[in-house]
Each structure stands twice: as structure tokens, then as C-alpha cells.
């Protein structure tokens, strides 16, 4: 007997025949003596709903309202699951964020999950009780419901199977694993049988969103296993039997035998690019910059610094994602522009392609087989970032689909 988290994302729990589904994968579990609790997503597309019409109404992101609106998708599902196993005769209950409590900051939209009681789940489990749990939500010290962030149920799964202490999270979704880049951009894309913590780490922060980047860090520091498989892979008899499916585990470094020197692929679209020219090149400068755009919770990414000729002014640029790009120029205007650079110039509809790998560490002429393959199409590319197990490189939107192809060519991803 096993203590294990299953975690169904909107796809997954699309309407009610997928709900059925999903009753199927509960069963086997239950069947084989394991406790098991559950963490549901809304239903595909329903929080984009949700989003739209708050957003129909008044433009109040971080806003309590806001939380209290896009929360309720999760409550749908975690009650229509519960109905649906107590239908089967199955003891199961859903439960909400405030009722756990799963205890957050109170930044609306974006919480950060800062303890949760597991009391009432593992008493639960002592009557053989199924939990079922909405994600995405908690609830602030002061009382208030929060979410997540986009994509969160995958963070409430890995805390919960933390707190529980559960030998597996399995992160069932619509693809059957986690892929050498997004299966939906390059049809030649292979799932990887192991992503190491640390890699898949880089993958989601720099856009496979097949998990929620939190998610991977708090699995990370709690070393829970996640395993990623498709809520539509019902398995062959045997494969069910020995628990044996088909997936993408998600584990430490030393767990992996074979370590490529690149493993995957990742993009993001809709960055913006701000570019300070002639800035003042003494201490403090950047503080000044990166502390006024941090004050208001703008997320910086890239960051490319010259080295000045005669020590007086240099460049910078700095992407942050479109969305931001407006509010972002305001601050730099308002604060710092004037006082410390000459000339502010910004420009988005970019696009930031990455190569990652764990065996990046040790190999030589990565970099310079990326640049090589994107010149030979004729990409520029605009500005380059890179740390030990990754390169990422900012270029025009338009290219982001050809370079994805190109970079998974020119590694041998599509070949096994
Ligand atoms: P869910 O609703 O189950 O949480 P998501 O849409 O959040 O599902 O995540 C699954 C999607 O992530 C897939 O449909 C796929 O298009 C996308 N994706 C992006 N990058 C990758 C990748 N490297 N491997 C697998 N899927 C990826
Ligand atoms: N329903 C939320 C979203 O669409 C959370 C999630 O699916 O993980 O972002
Ligand atoms: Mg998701």
C-alpha cells in the first residue's frame, strides 16, 4: 500500500465523460489498496472564462475579487469528482482550500503557499477516505481566497504530496509525458523517460508549460517524484496490474544513467524588449532600475550589460513579457530615465527560444551550434543569456516556430 497524489488537469476533466474517465484511474488505485488524494484543475477552459470576465468588467489584476472569481472552476470539478466516486459506492470527499487549510501570501493571482495542515486529510485516509482536493486555491492568513498563478493545481498537487509525505505524484495530463519541446510545435518531438529536477526546472521557467514552474521547485526542495502521464493512457491489463505506464519521471540528477547534453527545447512568446542606451556606468545604477520595476512586481528576465569603452556610459537591455512592456516604460520614465540613461527605447513582439540540458555542463561548441543553425535560416538573433545548463536566445517572434525546429534538428532531438 502506497500514499499517492493524482493530479488532474482541465484537459482531463473537460465534461462530464472525461470526469468518468478520470473515476477510472481513481478506481485502479483505490483497488490496489493505496490512499489516495486527488487534486483537480476547472474544467478546459473555464478559468480563461472566468479570467475574460473579470477582465469584461474592470482591469483589476491582484485584486481579491479577482481570486474569489477565478477559484471557483476548481470547486466545480473537486464536487462533480466526489459526487462521482460516491456514485461508484467509494468514501470520498471534496475539500476546498480554506477547509484544509492550504495557508498562502495574500498576493491575489500569484499567492505563494506558506503551510498546509494535513491533519484532516491523513485522518481521512485513517477511515479510507478519498480526498478530493480543488487546486490552484488557498486561503491568506487574514481569511481571504487566493490563487496560484496560472497553471497552479500542478504546485497545490506537489505541496500536498509533500505534506502527506506520499510516495508518488502522478500529473495526469493530455500528453503522455514530458517532450524534447512542445509536441504541438514540432511533431518530431520524443518523450523523455527522465527529466532531471534541476532541467525540467529551466524547461517550464522558460515556457514548457506543461508544469507550473513553482510546482517543479517546491518538488525539487521536498524531493517529491513526479511522474507525468496522459489521463487518456488507460494502460494494458498487464501494465495496469504492475502499475507499469507510460510517462516521464521527474526526479534527481543521480537518478539518471545517461545524461544528454541537451534534452529539450523551450520558447516563450510575447517577450518585450527595453533598452536603455548611454546609462550612467557607476554603482547603483542598475539597482535603481531592477528596484523600481521589482517595487511593482515586474518580472525582469533577460539581462544584457555592455562593458563600457571609457568607463562613463554604457547599454542595457532587459526583457520583461509583453503584458508588462507599457506599465514597465511608465516606471522607467517616471523614476530613473531621465537622471541615469539618455535614451530609453523598447520594442516587443519577441520571442525567447532556449537549449537545455544537464550534460551542457560538460561539453564544449553548444552555443556555437545553435548560433550556426539559426544564421543558416537567416535568424538574427537580439540578445543571448546563458547559465550552466542552458542558452537562450531572444529573437523576432515571427522566427519562433522555425527556430524551435531547427534547434531540435541540429541536436538529434527527434532521433532516438
Ligand atoms: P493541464 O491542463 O493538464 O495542466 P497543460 O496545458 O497545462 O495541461 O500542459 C500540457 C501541455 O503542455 C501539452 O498539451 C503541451 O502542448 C504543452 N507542452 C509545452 N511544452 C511541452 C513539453 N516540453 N512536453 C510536453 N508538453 C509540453
Ligand atoms: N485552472 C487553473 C488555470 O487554468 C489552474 C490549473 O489548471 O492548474 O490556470
Ligand atoms: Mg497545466
Known amino acids: 500500500m502506497a500514499r499517492i497524489v493524482m493530479k488532474f488537469g482541465g484537459t482531463s476533466l473537460a465534461d462530464i465523460r472525461c470526469i468518468r474517465n478520470v473515476l477510472c484511474h481513481v478506481k485502479r488505485e483505490v483497488d490496489l489498496g493505496h490512499e489516495v488524494a486527488i487534486v483537480v484543475s476547472a474544467m478546459a477552459g473555464t478559468t480563461n472564462q472566468l479570467v475574460s470576465w473579470t477582465q469584461d468588467i474592470a482591469d483589476l489584476y491582484n485584486f481579491r475579487e479577482y481570486d474569489v472569481v477565478v477559484s471557483s472552476g476548481e470547486q466545480v470539478t473537486a464536487g462533480l469528482l466526489a459526487l462521482m466516486l460516491q456514485a461508484e459506492g467509494m468514501n470520498a470527499r471534496s475539500w476546498m482550500g480554506w477547509q484544509i487549510p492550504i495557508v498562502t501570501d495574500s498576493v491575489y493571482g500569484c499567492a505563494r503557499i506558506k503551510s498546509i495542515d494535513p491533519s484532516k486529510l491523513l485522518k481521512g485516509f485513517q477511515h479510507g477516505q478519498v480526498a478530493v482536493i480543488a487546486g490552484f486555491q488557498g486561503m491568506s492568513f487574514d481569511g481571504n481566497i487566493t490563487t496560484l498563478g496560472r497553471g497552479g493545481s500542478d504546485t497545490s498537487a506537489v505541496a500536498i504530496a509533500a505534506v502527506i509525505k506520499a510516495s508518488r505524484c502522478d500529473i495526469y495530463t493530455d500528453v503522455d509525458g514530458v517532450y524534447t519541446t512542445d509536441p504541438r510545435i514540432e511533431s518530431k518531438a520524443r518523450r523523455l523517460s527522465r527529466v532531471a529536477f534541476e532541467e525540467m526546472l529551466e524547461m517550464a521557467s522558460l515556457g514548457a508549460k506543461v ?16 511522474f507525468v502521464r496522459s489521463s487518456f493512457d488507460m494502460g494494458s491489463a498487464s501494465a495496469r496490474a504492475e502499475g507499469d505506464f507510460v510517462g516521464t519521471l521527474i526526479c534527481d540528477e543521480e537518478e539518471i544513467v545517461e545524461q544528454q547534453f541537451v534534452s529539450g527545447i523551450a520558447f516563450a512568446k510575447d517577450e518585450a524588449q527595453i533598452s536603455l542606451r548611454r546609462l550612467a556606468d ?16 515586474i518580472n525582469v528576465d533577460m539581462i544584457v550589460q555592455n562593458i563600457s569603452e571609457h568607463g ?63 544564421s543558416e535560416k537567416g535568424i538574427n538573433i537580439r540578445a543571448i543569456t546563458t547559465s550552466e545548463i542552458k542558452i537562450s536566445i531572444l529573437i523576432d517572434n515571427a522566427y519562433t516556430e522555425l527556430a524551435v525546429r531547427i534547434l531540435h534538428s541540429v541536436y538529434h532531438l527527434d532521433k532516438e
Open 211 to 226: 508544469l507550473q514552474v513553482r510546482s517543479v521547485e517546491l518538488a525539487m526542495v521536498h524531493k517529491v517524484r513526479i
Open 282 to 297: 557607476k554603482p547603483g545604477v542598475a539597482a535603481a532600475v531592477f528596484a523600481s520595476l521589482a517595487e511593482e512586481n
Open 312 to 374: 562613463a556610459t554604457t547599454d542595457m537591455t532587459f526583457t520583461v513579457s509583453s503584458s508588462d512592456l507599457e506599465r514597465a516604460v511608465n516606471i522607467l520614465e517616471r523614476s530613473c530615465h531621465k537622471v541615469i540613461c539618455d535614451d530609453l527605447q523598447f520594442e516587443s513582439g519577441l520571442a525567447k527560444v532556449s537549449v537545455i540540458g544537464i550534460g551542457m555542463r560538460n561539453h564544449a561548441g553548444v552555443a556555437a551550434t545553435a548560433f550556426k543553425a539559426l
